[in-house]
C-alpha cells in the first residue's frame, strides 16, 4: 500500500497533510480499496466546529456507507467540492485531487496523536495480518 511520507495518520485511516494553522483530510489508499468504488461523498459545509473523531465526511460506497472522522478539533475552511461530480476521484487519487475537506485545527496538541507514516505502515501490517 502506498503510504506518503509528508502525512499524518489516524488508525481509522485518515490522512492529514499539515498547512500552516489547517491541515487537508482525505482517507489512505487502504481506506479506499476497502470500500471499492465510491460514488456517492457527502461534504460538511463551510465554517461547521467539528471535534476530534466526530464524522466530518460520509462516503457511500458500492459496498458500504463509510464516515470519515475529524483527526482534530477545528473548523471546515475548505471542501473539495468536484467529488460531487467525480466522487470516483477517491479511489484514483486519494492523497492528491481525492482530498475531502481542509480543517483549521483547534488544539495543536490534537496533532502529536496522530501517526507517522512508518506508525501507521506499522500498523497496517498488523491490520492484515489480523484480516
Known amino acids: 500500500m502506498n503510504v506518503p511520507k509528508d502525512l499524518k495518520y489516524t488508525q ?4 492529514a497533510r499539515l498547512e ?4 487537508i483530510v482525505g482517507i489512505t ?3 479506499q ?6 460514488v456517492f461523498v457527502e461534504l460538511p459545509p463551510l465554517g461547521k466546529s467539528v471535534k476530534k473523531g466526530e464524522t466530518v465526511v460520509t462516503v457511500d460506497s458500492v459496498k458500504a456507507v463509510a464516515e470519515v472522522y475529524s483527526p482534530f478539533s477545528g473548523e471546515v475552511e475548505e471542501t473539495n467540492e468536484s467529488l460531487k461530480d467525480v466522487p470516483e476521484m477517491i479511489n484514483q487519487d486519494p492523497y492528491g485531487q481525492g482530498w475531502m475537506v481542509k480543517i483549521k485545527y ?3 496538541s490534537q496533532l502529536d496523536g496522530l501517526m507517522s507514516p512508518e506508525a501507521y505502515q506499522a500498523f497496517l501490517a498488523e491490520e492484515e495480518a489480523k484480516g
Open 20 to 23: 500552516g494553522k489547517a491541515a
Open 29 to 31: 489508499d487502504y481506506a
Open 106 to 108: 483547534s488544539d495543536p
Open 12 to 15: 481509522d485511516h485518515e490522512w
Open 33 to 38: 480499496d476497502q470500500l471499492g468504488s465510491i
